[in-house]
Structure formats: structure tokens, C-alpha cells
């Protein structure tokens, strides 16, 4: 069966409190025990703050496309009549969105949800065979109605609104026996549609040892003493707090210095009643410690280190609270009224909350009986054992299964078979929303758009080429990009769509580079469509082939829109040898990378061109990570090297002059890549000049642009007296004319200070050609035991390792390439697919 569930439990203000705890980590529990069954989370866009974290709490539970995101136009809260309209199609847009995904079940985590907040959830809307489901949390203030809703007769229109929608549920989950048998007796629901699941503790919440250095820092935070009894949760009234205060004022004497500690943010209100209250009891200021707001971990160590954990709750619809100071080895006592005796076992742990010397005696017998105390702690771990939210959410996927068999009988809904964004339109037609000054008709368009996507055969991979379609600067970044490129292009990778992507200055979008893959693929600009700005919805991935330092920063308010929706967002990373060897490089591109690479950080992950450049990576991180929530993947992949694969161009030199040809029949060495300070191309030509003047004879051919800081190089390679004779400088060759020169050299030179992979290196072993490199551990990665390597600190050693290796190749005995491993383009595009999908899989 499919499950769809609501998250706007955990979207809300009620994030923060219990019910938002409950929400998210019952529909974890659902997530972690689905078996074969499908799970959807369903999220509303315009409680966008909750988005990205909801999203981070179900990584490796649930693929992104898996959690959707509808929006609409706000805002629509019920405490305001006059969203009327715009909360009637939002519930409209959210209920197509549910529909799209053909569930068998709804599960609502908070049907009461709406009236401060955004939050739109209708009544439940029967679809023939669907199951429509909400968890029961209580009925505190329909049982209180003095108190929670007649002080507010707007929100108590809402709110018996929304308790009067559950009979209409097919099923609903209560988080206790109590609170099923209270809503059995207070309203007329069928018995077999409400079922206890039960609650829990999250993992949070366990024993954690305290060091003495740590708890004396928590006493000073707190202003504690050694001994304290703690309460954690709400003030409100029915917390029956005035009664604890009571209590333990009048035992006092009897416990010594012990304190009364309340943990958890309180309304100053309560904050300064309790003060006076306690005041009035004869406490003095430090006998009572308000926490105010608190971490989890600082809740957890409280738990660990009080002498007892005191919930004198009046009604609860489970009580949380008690069950985590359990599973920390509190010992622990409460009312044994409403649904905490459910949580707490124990006759014995429990008194009247109704009665102050009751409390009292309890508290003085916990904190004075040893082994009163002991038995508390023990029953409150074997107690606390009792609960886990994979029974919790086993227990509900087992009540969905049994609802889902009653209703199989049901006809199928004839709204299941219509198209769901036309219904829509037509819908809000009939509803008038769409007449003049009604709604943001756009706006509206818009949010439908993002909405109602129903569930697609295949996510599409979007490949940025932004740069590529501007200028194929030809260089090996660009040949990366080319070649990925065709492959994915001519065959696409399993299980994706794709599609190639640009975005330009101006623009805070991007759009389909129809007509740039159009012209690429051998196409008529005739064929091409329109480059339309992309529609993207969750499942899909972006990643950026292409090197964009300067536009990346510009465009993260859209990356983010992209990856709040369900778009998983991936960078190859070639390199850091900016950050690595900055001397290398113009100054200004050091800043540029720097503002690069952390909007990179904030992202999804990053796919490396080789291992040794992902370990680099890590290592950068660990210093230089931004704060980030969801784990930050490294993926490796390696370069192909048939170049016939890569959208070769074609033609040899004019000029006979800049050909190997002419050079003097001696071992051939070749250098490939642009002409930059880190490919280390004037120390290799320092190294000649010294082999040729100890007389050996070697030919050195450098191919590669003229690139930056190299103008004296360049000069001088222009004018050397070797130019057209043992030395050649070609600087603009076609691939055709660099395979002629892998097949004619003798061997490849790599002397680079520092690469990212060092392509050239599977080229020469594509053509058998010897390796001679600087030994990197990149090179190392790549060419293996294949090649020769030189340490090269010193000219004169490598003008001495190029000698030994002339005097091996004479011999025969020099290191060969011929059976070093390389990939071709259509492997190495595979492999970085295979890094994407072990990333975004479930």
C-alpha cells in the first residue's frame, strides 16, 4: 500500500513542542518499518522554515522524492476570516497534490492545526478507497472548555471544527489507551476505528555519564545545588505545578538543601506566579530554578543527575516527559491519573495529584528511602523498554493494513481517474476564486505547478553547462564536460532523464539548453526548441559538470528554492590546487574559489575526479566546513580517455615547421596541457637544457595554450634556439593532430606540481605511450606501477631521472603503460551516475 502523511504536525509552532516531536518520529518510525509498502511525506511550502530540516530528518529513510512540498498563497490562518478564499484553495491545491500520489492511506500527524499558523488541513475528503487518518493526541480543551476555549470564541469555532472532523476519519491513532477511551466516551466514534500506538522516547534520551568537570559547568548555568528534584514540560494549569510547589515547601526541612528545578522555556507569566508562589511558601529564591529554554543535552544530563523526576500532572494525553527521565535513569513518580500510570507501571511511584500531602509524602519517601529510590530507577529502565517508535510505528502501519483490507470493498472514486490540475481549475472556477482580486492568479498558477506532479516514471538529472555554452574554452575541464555530456546524451543513464542546463548573468533562473544540445549532438538549429526556464520537482538532480566560481554565488537563493522542493544539488570538483598552490595562480582566484567552495559546502555533495582529490577535500572540511545540517557527501569518479569520444576536432598544423616530423630522429617527449606555473613546464624545459647539454639527445614537445603567469616562459620558449629542432610549442592543436602525437611520442611527460586526476596520463596509456611523472599521489592513483616516477625537488634530479629513463627505454626495460587500466568516457560517465545514485537512493 501507499502511505501519504501529512507533516504539517511538525511544520508548525507545535514543532517545538510535543506534537511536533510526535509527528515527525511517528512517521520515522513508519518510514524505518514500511517493508514493501510506499511512504510519502507531504509538506506545505508556506511553512518554509521547516522544510530543509524535516528534509534532513529522513535521510537514508526516504528518497527525496519521496517528500513533496505543495504551495499556495497566503496567508490562510483561521484566526482571520478574511483568508477565507485563499485557505480554500490552498486546501484545494493540497488535497490534488495528495491525490497525485493515489494513496491508500492519509495520515494526518495533527489534524487541529491552522489557526496562528499557515497550516491548511480540511476535513477528511472521501476518495473511494482511500484511508483517511489523524493521529488522536487528546481532548484536553474540549474537556476544559472554561480554560482553552471560551476565553477565544474564534479558536474555539476552529477547534470544534476540527474535533467534529473526527468522525468522519476512517481511522484514528491514539498516542494512548487513555486518550482512545476518553475520546470513545466523549464522542460517538466507532470503537474499531481508534487504536492505541502508543508513544515513545526519542534516542536521544538515555543514561549518559557526567563528568565532574561537566556537571560542576551545569551548576554554574543553572545555579544548582547537588541535590535537586526536577520537572520538565508545560506550565499550564492542568501541569498542576502550584500543588508541587506545595508539596515540596512543606517538606523542606526535611530534605536539606535540595532544590525544585523546572527545565524548559515558560511564559514569564507563569514564571513570576510560581516565584511569588514559592515566596509565599517560605522558599527562598534559590530553592526554586526556572531553566528557561534548554537543549536536549543539558535535558538529558538533568535527567541523569536529579535525586528524583516529580510529573504531577492533573491530564495528559500520554506524558512524555516522565518516560524520557525513565530511560535516563531518573527515578522517577507521578499522578496516577489520566494516561501517566500507562507510562509509568507502578502503583507504588505514584500519588493524587489532587491531593498536596499526598505529593509531599512521595517526594519526602523518594528522596529519603535509599532503596525506595533504587527501585524507582530500576522500574523506570525495565518501563522505559516498553516503548520505541518502531513499535509505535509498526502498531500504525498495522492498523493502515487492516483499514486498507475494510475499504478494499469500496468502489474506486471517479475523482481517481480524472486529471487532477484540470479538477483544480475547474474546481476553483466554481468556487470563484479565480474572478478579479480574488487571488494571485499567477501566483496561484505557480503554486499549482509545484504542487500537482503526481508521480513521474523517472527523475531528471539537470547538467549545468553553463559555461560550455557560452565558450568551449578547450580545455580539460571542457573536455570532461564535452564527454560526460555525449555519453548521457546519446545514452542516457538508467533511470534518469536528461536534461543540459545553463543560466546566464541577469537571470536568477535556468533555463533548457535546447538549442546549444540541439547544435551539439550534429543537429539543425532549425530542430531546436525554445530555451524555456526549467520545471523541476522532487527526485530530480542538478549537478554542475562545469567550473563556475563566478556564477555559483549569484545563484544560491535559486539552488536553495531547488533543493527545499526535493532536487538533490551535486559539484564536480576537479581540483583544490588554488587553495593548494596559490603562487600558481592569479591572486584573485584564490578569493573566487574560496566563496566557490563553501557555496559548494552548503549543498548536497561533491564528486571528485579522483580519490586523492576527495581525501583533499575532507581534509579541507574538517577545518573549513560551514555549519550545516544534512551530511555532506564525497563521491570519486575517473576520467575516460578515447578522445574520439569526446567531440574530437580535427586538422594538423599549417605550418611543417610545427610538426613532430621535424624534429630530429630522437626519443620524442610530450607534454600536454596548458601552459600555467603548476604543470611545472619551465623546470621540465630547465631539465633538457641540462640533459642536452650533457649530450644526450631528446626531443621535447609541449602542447597547450598560453595561459597565466607564464609571459617570460612563453618568451622563451619563442625564441630558444632549440625551437623547430629538439623543442616544439603547440599551442592550439586539434585532438585529431594530440592523437597523431600520443601515437608518435616516445614518451609522456607529467610534471605537474599538482593535478586533480591528470587525464593526459590515461590518454598516453590509450596509445601505449610511457608515462615519466612527478610522483603525486594522484599520478600514483591513476597510472599505478605503469609509469616512471621522479621526485623532481632538484632540476638536476630530474635531468637525472630522464637520463636513467633513456638509458632503460634503450634497453627495452623502461615502465610500460600498455596494460594500465583506463576507462572510456561511456565507463566513466557510469561511475559518476553510480557515485549519484548511492547518494540519492533511499
Known amino acids: 500500500m501507499r502511505i501519504v502523511i501529512d507533516m504539517q504536525g511538525a511544520q508548525t509552532e507545535s514543532r517545538f513542542r510535543g506534537i511536533g516531536r510526535y509527528s515527525l518520529s511517528l512517521a520515522q518510525g513508519i518510514a524505518r518499518n514500511r517493508g514493501e509498502h510506499e511512504v510519502y511525506l507531504v509538506l506545505n511550502g508556506m511553512l518554509s522554515e521547516s522544510v530543509d530540516s524535516i528534509r534532513t530528518a529522513f535521510i537514508g529513510l526516504l528518497a527525496q522524492s519521496h517528500i513533496r512540498v505543495w504551495y499556495a498563497q497566503g496567508p490562510v490562518s483561521d484566526s482571520d476570516p478574511g483568508n477565507q478564499a485563499r485557505r480554500d484553495a490552498a486546501q484545494l491545491i493540497r488535497q490534488a497534490c495528495i491525490d497525485e500520489l493515489q494513496p491508500d492511506v492519509v495520515h494526518i500527524t495533527s489534524s487541529v492545526e491552522g489557526y496562528i499558523d499557515d497550516a491548511v488541513i480540511g476535513a477528511p475528503v472521501s476518495v473511494g478507497q482511500v484511508v483517511n487518518c489523524a493521529t488522536l493526541y487528546d481532548l484536553i480543551p474540549l474537556v476544559n472548555p472554561g480554560q482553552y476555549l471560551d476565553p477565544n470564541p474564534l479558536y474555539k469555532a476552529h477547534y470544534l471544527k476540527k474535533v467534529d472532523a473526527f468522525r468522519d476519519y476512517d481511522l484514528l491513532l491514539s498516542i494512548s489507551n487513555f486518550a482512545r477511551d476518553e475520546a470513545l466516551g466523549l464522542l460517538a466514534l466507532d470503537s474499531d476505528k481508534v487504536v492505541n500506538v502508543s508513544t515513545a522516547a526519542d534516542d ?126 531518573a527515578a522517577v513518580i507521578g499522578s496516577n491519573t489520566s494516561s501517566v500510570p500507562e507510562v509509568i507501571g507502578w502503583d507504588e511511584a505514584m500519588f493524587d495529584p489532587a491531593d498536596v500531602e499526598a505529593i509531599a509524602r512521595k517526594i519526602s519517601r523518594a528522596l529519603n528511602d ?23 510505528g509498526k502498531a500504525a502501519i498495522s492498523a493502515f493494513e487492516s483499514a486498507v483490507a475494510k475499504a478494499s470493498s469500496l468502489p474506486v472514486s471517479e475523482l481517481q481517474s480524472k486529471d487532477r490540475v484540470q479538477l483544480l481549475v475547474e474546481t476553483l472556477a466554481a468556487s470563484g476564486a479565480l474572478a478579479p482580486g480574488v487571488l494571485d ?38 573536455r570532461v564536460v564535452r564527454s560526460i555530456l555525449l555519453e548521457w546524451l546519446t545514452n542516457a543513464p538508467e533511470g534518469y532523464v536528461v536534461k543540459p542546463v545553463y543560466t546566464k548573468a541577469g537571470e536568477p533562473f535556468y533555463r533548457y539548453a535546447a538549442k546549444f544540445t540541439t547544435m ?120 575516460g580517455a578515447d578522445i574520439d569520444q569526446s567531440m574530437p576536432s580535427s586538422g594538423v598544423p599549417e605550418s611543417p615547421g610545427l610538426r613532430i616530423e621535424s624534429l630530429s630522429p630522437a626519443p620524442s617527449f610530450l607534454m600536454v596541457g596548458t601552459l600555467e606555473p603548476r604543470k611545472g613546464h619551465a623546470q621540465a624545459l630547465d631539465a633538457f637544457e641540462l640533459l642536452w647539454k650533457a649530450g644526450h639527445d631528446a626531443n621535447l614537445i ?24 629538439r623543442l616544439l610549442w603547440l599551442e592550439g592543436v586539434s585532438d585529431e593532430y594530440l592523437e597523431h602525437l600520443y601515437n608518435e611520442a616516445d614518451c609522456l611527460v607529467a610534471a605537474s606540481y599538482g593535478e586533480g586526476f591528470g587525464l593526459p596520463l590515461i590518454e598516453a596509456a590509450q596509445y601505449n605511450l610511457p608515462i615519466f611523472a612527478r ?54 560517465a557510469k561511475q559518476l551516475i553510480a557515485e549519484l545514485d548511492r547518494v540519492c537512493g533511499a
Open 204 to 329: 536521544v534520551f538515555g543514561p549518559m555519564p557526567v563528568s565532574q568537570e561537566e556537571r560542576s559547568a551545569l551548576e554554574n548555568k543553572f545555579g544548582l545545588r547537588e541535590r535537586f528534584v526536577l520537572y520538565s514540560g508545560g506550565a499550564d494549569e492542568r501541569k498542576n505545578l502550584p500543588s508541587l510547589i506545595k508539596a515540596f515547601a512543606s517538606i523542606k526541612a526535611d530534605v536539606g538543601t535540595t532544590q525544585l528545578v523546572f527545565a524548559g522555556k515558560m511564559p514569564q507569566f507563569h514564571v513570576d506566579t510560581y516565584t511569588a508562589l514559592a515566596k509565599a511558601q517560605g522558599l527562598s529564591p534559590s530553592d526554586l530554578i526556572f531553566t528557561g529554554y534548554i537543549t536536549d543535552n543539558d535535558l538529558v544530563a538533568l535527567y541523569g543527575l536529579c535525586r528524583l523526576y516529580v510529573f504531577p500532572s492533573r491530564h495528559e494525553g500520554f506524558g512524555l516527559p516522565p518516560l524520557e527521565a525513565m530511560k535516563c535513569g
Open 370 to 392: 535509599d532503596e525506595f529510590r533504587t527501585e524507582l530507577v530500576e522500574h523506570g529502565i525495565r518501563q522505559a523498554r516498553e516503548f520505541s517508535w518502531d513499535r509505535t
Open 441 to 478: 492568479i499567477p501566483l496561484l498558477a505557480k503554486a499549482i505547478d509545484y504542487s500537482v506532479q503526481g508521480l513521474a516514471d523517472k527523475p531528471t538529472l539537470f547538467v549545468d553547462i553553463s559555461e560550455l555554452c557560452k565558450h568551449d574554452g578547450k580545455s580539460g575541464i571542457q
Open 520 to 639: 551539439f549532438l550534429g543537429k539543425e538549429a532549425s530542430e531546436a526548441e525554445v530555451d524555456e526556464a526549467i520545471s523541476y520537482r522532487a527526485g530530480d538532480v542538478y549537478i554542475c559538470l562545469d567550473l563556475l566560481m563566478d556564477v555559483l554565488p549569484h545563484k544560491q537563493s535559486y539552488l536553495n528554492t531547488l533543493r527545499s522542493h526535493g532536487v538533490s544539488i551535486f559539484f564536480v570538483v576537479y581540483d583544490l590546487l588554488i587553495l593548494q598552490l596559490p603562487h600558481c595562480f592569479v591572486e584573485s582566484l584564490q578569493a573566487h574559489y574560496i566563496t566557490w567552495i563553501n557555496a559548494v559546502a552548503h549543498y548536497d555533495g561533491a564528486m571528485c575526479i579522483s580519490h586523492a582529490v576527495a581525501d583533499e577535500l575532507r581534509e579541507w572540511l574538517v577545518e573549513n566546513a560551514p555549519e550545516r545540517s544534512r551530511p555532506f557527501h564525497i563521491g570519486a569518479f575517473h576520467l
Open 702 to 725: 609541449i602542447v597547450g595554450k598560453h595561459g597565466w603567469l607564464v609571459d617570460e616562459l612563453a618568451a622563451r620558449l619563442t625564441s630558444h634556439a632549440e625551437l623547430g629542432k
Open 775 to 828: 610522483d603525486l599521489p594522484v599520478f600514483r592513483e591513476v597510472a599505478g606501477e605503469y609509469a616512471y616516477y621522479f621526485k623532481g625537488t632538484e632540476t638536476q634530479e630530474i635531468t637525472d631521472r630522464l637520463a636513467d629513463w633513456l638509458a632503460l627505454y634503450e634497453q627495452n626495460e623502461h615502465p610500460r603503460s600498455d596494460e594500465m587500466p583506463w576507462l572510456t568516457w561511456k565507463e566513466s
